[in-house]
Each structure stands twice: as C-alpha cells, then as structure tokens.
C-alpha cells in the first residue's frame, strides 16, 4: 500500500509540474505576442521585402547602371542606423519610438554590396574564377520596401579628365537619381518641396577644384511622408555619379554613442574573477588530482562547433584564407580557455554542489531519456520564454518612467534577416554568445554563494543581486538594466537552486534565442513569420518529448555514481577535513579554559592547532593550596587518532597525578599504561613539573621531550634536560632506569618556559625555521616583562616570521615567571 501511495504521490506531482509548465508557456507566448513590437529592441522593424526579393530588385538597379556587374558576386547585408535609433529612442517613449521608426524608412536598410576581383588573395572556392581576393565597387542600400536609399560606385578616380559644368552637374545628377528611384523628384522651387513628400530643391553645390578637373558635392533640400525633413547629398567626379545618400539632420549629442563604461567594467571583473578562480582553484585541484577534463573537453569542442558555425553563417560560406587562419587561431584559443574554465569550475562547483550536474552526467554516460534530462528540457524551454516576457514586460515598465536605448551589438546586428538559415544562425549565435558568461557565472558566482549562503532565500537573493548587476542587458540608462537584470536573476537563481546547470544555462541561452527569434514575427514578410511559427513548433516538440521523458519510467541508476572518478578525491579531501575538524575541536576542549593563578607565580599559556591538527597537549593539576602540576606533550601523528591518544593521555595522568610527589614516579606509571593501552609505534613526549611554592622548588621530569628553557634572575639562560624515554617506546623496566628528576630551586624573577617543536620548527615560505636561537633571544631582551607580555611577544614574532604559510605541527607553551 505504502508503495502504491507513493506512486500516486509521484504521479499527481509530475502532472502537477506539467501543468504549471504548460501554463507559464502559454502566459508568456501570449504576453510575448502582445508586447511585441511595441516595446520590443527591434520593434521598429518593418521588412515588406526578403533577402531573394531584395536582391531581384538590387539586380533591376545593378543592370540599368553597370550591367557589365552583372556576374560578380553579391554580399547582402541587413544593417541598422544607430544614430537614428538613438535619437529616436531619447526623444520618445520606446513605443512611439518604435512607431516612428517603422514610418520612417532609414533606421534600416538592405546593404548590397557587388564584389569584384583582383589577385591578391586566395579564397576557398571550388570556382578559378573566384579564387582571388573580392573587393567592393559597387555598394546599393535598399529600404526595408525594396526602394533605393543610397549608392556608391569605386573607380579609378586619378584616370578621369572630363567633367561637368555646374548647372549641368545638377542636372546629370537629378536625372541619375530621378531615373534609378522613381519616387525622388526635384524641384526649383523651394516653397513646394513642403507639400509634396520626397520632392528635393538644391540647398547648396561645393565645387572641388582639382588639378585636371571638376568635382561636386550637391545637397538637396525635401521631406519624406513623415514628414521629416532629409538632406539628399550626392558626389559628382569629373563626369561620373559617384554616390548619393539620404541624411536626417540629427542633433549632434545622438551622433555618436558613448563609450559603455558599464560594459567594459562588468566584462573585465568578469574576466578577472574567472582568470583568478580558474588559476588558484585549478592549480591546488591539479596537485591534489582534483579535476578532470573529458567534460571540459567535450563541453570545449561543442562550444567551439557553435563558434565557428556562427562564424561561417555570419559570412555566408564566403571563406577566404585570411578568415579561415583567423578562424582557426580563434578556435583554438577559445578551445583550449574553454577547457580551463571548465575543469576547473566543475571541480570547483561539484565539491559545493554535485547534484547540478545530475543531467550532464546523466547525458554523458548516454541514459538519454532520464527524466531529470525530460525536466531540464520543459524548464529551460518554459524559462526561456519566461524570461523573454519578463524582458519585454520590463521595458514597458521602464518605458513609462524613462527613454530607453539599446546598445547591445545584438541589437545592433541584424544578420538574422540576411542569413540563408537564420533560425540555426540566431541559435548558435546565443549559444556561442551566453554560454561563456553563464556558466562561468554559474560555477563560480553561484557556487561562491553557495558556499557561503547555504539558505534557499539567502542564496536565491544574493545571487539574483550579483546576477543583475554582472549580466548587463544592455538598455540604457543602466539603473533600467539593472532592474531587468534583477528580475532575471531571480528566475534564474530559483531555476538554479531547484533544478540544475543544464536547465539554468539552456534557460539562459534561450532567452536571448526567443528574444532574437520574435523578430520574425513581426516585421511584416509572411516568410519570417513562418520562422517564428517554426520556432514555437520545435519548441512545443522538444517540451512534448521532455513530458514523454518525464512521465516515463527511468531504468534504476545511483545518479551520485555517474560523477567524474575525481569526485573521489574530494570526497576523500572533505571527509578528512571534517575529521580534522573533529579531531581539533577534541583537542581544544581538553585544554586548560584559562590559565591558573597561584601566589608568587605567573603563568601564561597557548596552544595553536596546526593547518592538520597535531597531538599537542598541555594542562594545569591542582595538587594543593600551593601546590600545582604542569604537563607538557606532544603525541606523534595527526589527526582523530593524535587527538584520541591526547585524550587517552589527559585521563592516566588525572588519574595518577596524586599519587606520588615524583614527577618520574607519576611519568613511570604514565608509561606502562599507555604502553599497555595503545598500538606499537605509538609514543608521547612529555614533561611533568610540579611546583611547590611553600617549599620554593620546581621538581621536573623529561620524557622524550624538548628541553625546559629556564631565564635566572641573574640573566642567566640554561636548560633544564634531565633524562628520559618517550611514553610508550618501552614497557617500563628500561624506561624507569633511564629517567631521571632534576629540582630546581625558585627565586624571584625565574622564568621557565615549556614548549613543543611546533615553535622551533615553524616555518617562512622560503622554508626557514624560527629556530630555538630567535627564542632564547627574545627570551634574554624581555626577560623583564610579565609572562603575559612575554608570552604575546613570542607569538607577535613568531606570527611575523611564517606569514601565511601553513603550518603543520601545534604551537604549544607554557611560560612560568615566579614573581615574589
């Protein structure tokens, strides 16, 4: 019954999950649809006419004016105006800015450029004839209807002699433009050019003297049917049409576009943090055998496929030998940093956070239809489309409060429209742009939270607040950036949190590909919009198959098994680590709270558990009024086992100490039950005194351990050395014969000093030992001070002389000064 509930359970859970998925899909297509164009980057958009239909009527143009171009080869670009757009955007609000823009035809335009050749350069071609460098010489812009914008012819200019007078400049010129547009008139009346659209009167000719010749830059004066006023200029050398373009009279502070500081600083920090991460995480995880790379190199030839993809698409399959070196250094420059981030960031993540690579490991050891993989699919799709909505939402938001620009290059760039296969390009154009800042966001930013902020709030706050302020989206002002980038990051941490790397970084990628891909939805040719109808199509397929993979049963696999052999390694490291933690905290429970006070002496005391913890031990015995025993030891070995035998040692000697006024006596009796009670091999040093203050005497005995420092009043610095073996090396006969008691007698200004090698044998980076010289030193310098004083002397020194550099051995001492 138990079993049969809980599959019910699991059921009505995975239907659950359905349905909300399906629901935020549909809420989002909607709200995409309604939002766009309006308030969408690109939502000024309005392509009446496709790349074929443009070029049929770039070929019209091209065989009025040089037919002999007729076979050259043809580069068809769609490009934008920022000026325009700029301006536009910080006088409006984005709606009516893009409004404007889709009324006005020059924000956009088709660039037509026809190449010829000279042999200079080889490009890749199965063609002789084209196995030559291409250059440009002739250059059309077409507006999004089709009509022609701008021209621009190359030629030997220095050949030319003939030329114009200028009235019949103007005249050559108008009747050129006139002939090849249609729809550009002329006028000498300047009054009329206000009532009728596209009809221009002269404002002004530049004559350009030159040595055999006459040149002419001419202006014309006229609106469009916005009734925006234009300036058409044109160029006249010698006899030839050289160019002609239209200009919208743009204020000057929209001309140019600020550098983005915001920008350039989030990409440095970026770089920067990733740089360090990957060098300092990665060298420590190499000398621990901590990181693998069949991942990195898997996830580096992918990335690299959709780079150069990218690439080509962008250039049309148009290599020339230049491009394809460069494309080639490129790649494996990005290969081999691809490789490096992510080794190191998966090693770095999967010691915080394993389970976020649950459908990656799934995925690579080939359980393809996992249901984790079925559910990164349905999250990352309806993500994807969350986001986008939310963008767009955003911005309408934003828009109602202020202007809005974007200056992204993505929104800039518009190969999309221009590219033979645009959906495969805008796709692999997101990936090989958002995956290097993802998942390096990802590893590093996420799992630096994560280990710090264990809390599902905590986390999911944090790192939307890092998130927004590292992903920069682009729209200006930045603070409207920084509010987009907040709501992003809060999706995607919740997706993060609950999910994993594949569907936070497929969620991501997404995004920028549905924010892209709308486009084709609303610029007005039905063949785009049938690209958008075939992105929901393949979309709706991919989250059908993700339900299918949900819903059906996986085969039994233990998921944690799946991860890289390294994990081991970690494990192991981490199981270590808490066990020295264990074994420290041991240790620092068994010593002394605070430090004992007794007439006529001062004593001063510490202990500093090593980088692996050391079996040092020291403690104080009431023995009467006046009366008080000293331990001192260092048990050999680390870890839980040096810390177990510390404790085992604390507990003989509390049991026996009162037994005898001996220290030997009581180190005797020491010995024959840790011999008796632990493994061969196994040893303490150790030094017991005992200190009578009626009687003014200190009685010590030595086992094995480092000599007793003792600074008389006179300034005098001795040892105090009497005999003895280790605890444990021997049963006991040979032990009681070897150790001896030395008595020493107190005056006032005595300072004795107990310590372990842990002092001595601390370390610089240069691998230079403190030494016990330094020690008897500052013990000579300041053998005024207190043993308070002379104790934070010591450690000052000490501290200054290892730095940072790790210790592996406690630093234990006891300093006893008699006072009176």
């Not at 891909?517 to 040719?525: E, I, K, M």
């Not at 031990?617 to 000293?630: A, H, R, S, T, V």
């Not at 020491?670 to 632990?678: A, K, S």
Request: glycine letters at 6%; a neutral charge.
């Amino acid at each position: 019954m138990k079993n049969a509930g809980k599959k019910i359970v699991m059921i009505f859970s995975k239907i659950k999950f359905a349905l909300i998925s399906v629901l935020i899909l549909i809420v989002s297509v909607i709200a995409i649809n309604q939002l766009t164009p309006d308030y969408h980057p690109d939502g000024g958009l309005k392509l009446k006419l496709g790349k074929n239909e443009i070029l049929r009527e770039s070929e019209k143009i091209i065989e009025k004016i040089k037919p002999e171009l007729k076979n050259e080869n043809r580069e068809v670009s769609f490009e934008s105006n920022p000026a325009i757009l700029r301006w536009l955007r910080y006088t409006n609000r984005i709606n009516i800015a893009n409004q404007k823009i889709r009324e006005q035809k020059l924000s956009y335009y088709w660039s037509i450029k026809v190449l010829s050749v000279n042999d200079t350069n080889v490009m890749i071609s199965s063609d002789q004839r084209k196995n030559v460098e291409a250059s440009t010489v002739l250059e059309l812009k077409l507006s999004q209807d089709g009509k022609l914008s701008g021209l621009s012819e190359s030629f030997n200019e220095t050949i030319i002699t003939d030329y114009f007078n200028q009235d019949s400049a103007r005249t050559f010129a108008e009747n050129f433009i006139h002939t090849l547009t249609n729809f550009i008139k002329f006028t000498n009346d300047s009054n009329k050019i206000t009532t009728d659209n596209h009809l221009f009167s002269l404002d002004r000719i530049e004559l350009i003297q030159k040595l055999n010749r006459k040149d002419y830059n001419l202006t014309w004066k006229g609106y469009d049917e916005t009734g925006q006023l234009l300036y058409l200029k044109a160029s006249i050398i010698g006899n030839r049409f050289k160019s002609f373009d239209f200009v919208i009279p743009i204020p000057e502070e929209y001309t140019k576009a600020e550098s983005d500081v915001y920008e350039l600083v989030t990409t440095l920090f970026i770089f920067l943090f990733v740089l360090v991460m990957v060098i300092s995480v990665g060298l420590k995880r190499i000398r621990a055998y901590e990181i693998g790379y069949k991942n990195a190199l898997i996830f580096a030839a992918i990335y690299v496929m959709f780079f150069a993809l990218t690439q080509i698409l962008e250039i049309s399959f148009n290599i020339q030998w230049n491009v394809l070196v460069g494309l080639v250094i490129a790649g494996i420059f990005i290969f081999l940093a691809s490789v490096a981030m992510w080794a190191v960031g998966e090693t770095y993540l999967r010691e915080l956070w394993n389970d976020k690579f649950a459908s990656i490991d799934l995925i690579r050891h080939k359980y393809f239809t996992h249901s984790l993989i079925g559910k990164s699919l349905v999250v990352s799709i309806t993500t994807g489309f969350l986001l986008a909505a939310i963008f767009l939402a955003l911005v309408k938001f934003e828009s109602e409060y202020f202007y809005l620009n974007f200056t992204s290059k993505a929104f800039r760039s518009l190969n999309q429209f221009d590219s033979d296969f645009p959906l495969i390009y805008l796709f692999s154009g997101s990936v090989s742009t958002y995956t290097l800042l993802i998942v390096p966001l990802i590893f590093f930013i996420s799992g630096s939270v994560k280990k710090f902020f264990n809390d599902k709030v905590l986390f999911i706050t944090i790192n939307s607040v890092l998130f927004a302020l590292l992903i920069y989206l682009y729209i200006e002002p930045v603070y409207a950036s920084l509010i987009t980038g907040l709501a992003i990051g809060i999706i995607l941490s919740i997706v993060i949190y609950e999910y994993d790397l594949l569907a936070a970084s497929l969620s991501f990628i997404l995004f920028n590909f549905y924010l892209r891909a709308v486009d084709f939805s609303f610029v007005g040719d039905e063949s785009f919009a049938i690209k958008w109808l075939l992105t929901l199509l393949v979309s709706a397929i991919v989250l059908v198959l993700g339900f299918i993979l949900i819903f059906t049963k996986d085969k039994k696999v233990d998921i944690s098994s799946l991860a890289p052999k390294f994990l081991e390694n970690i494990t192991e490291r981490q199981r270590l680590k808490k066990e020295l933690e264990v074994a420290r905290i041991v240790q620092m429970s068994f010593l002394p709270k605070k430090d004992p006070t007794i007439p006529g002496i001062q004593i001063a005391s510490v202990c500093i558990p090593a980088f692996e913890v050391g079996g040092d031990y020291y403690d104080f015995i009431k023995l009467g009024e006046n009366k008080i025993g000293i331990i001192i030891g260092d048990v050999s070995g680390k870890g839980t086992q040096a810390a177990f035998y510390m404790t085992l040692a604390k507990g003989f000697i509390k049991a026996i100490a009162k037994d005898s006024d001996s220290p030997a006596e009581i180190l005797s009796k020491m010995n024959e039950l840790f011999y008796e009670n632990v493994e061969r091999g196994r040893f303490i040093s150790m030094i017991y005194a005992i200190i009578d203050v009626e009687r003014r005497i200190m009685k010590i005995a030595r086992a094995g351990h480092n000599p007793v420092l003792i600074n008389q009043h006179s300034g005098k610095l001795n040892f105090i050395t009497p005999k003895g073996l280790a605890l444990g090396l021997e049963k006991g006969i040979l032990f009681r014969q070897v150790i001896t008691e030395e008595t020493i007698h107190l005056e006032k200004g005595n300072t004795f000093v107990f310590y372990t090698d842990g002092f001595t044998e601390a370390v610089n980076n240069k691998g230079e030992e403190f030494g016990l010289e330094r020690i008897q030193q500052l013990l000579e310098i300041y053998s005024y001070e207190s043993s308070d004083k002379l104790l934070e002397i010591l450690l000052s020194e000490v501290r200054k002389f290892i730095g940072k550099t790790h210790q592996y051995d406690d630093m234990t001492m006891v300093i006893v000064k008699v006072t009176s």
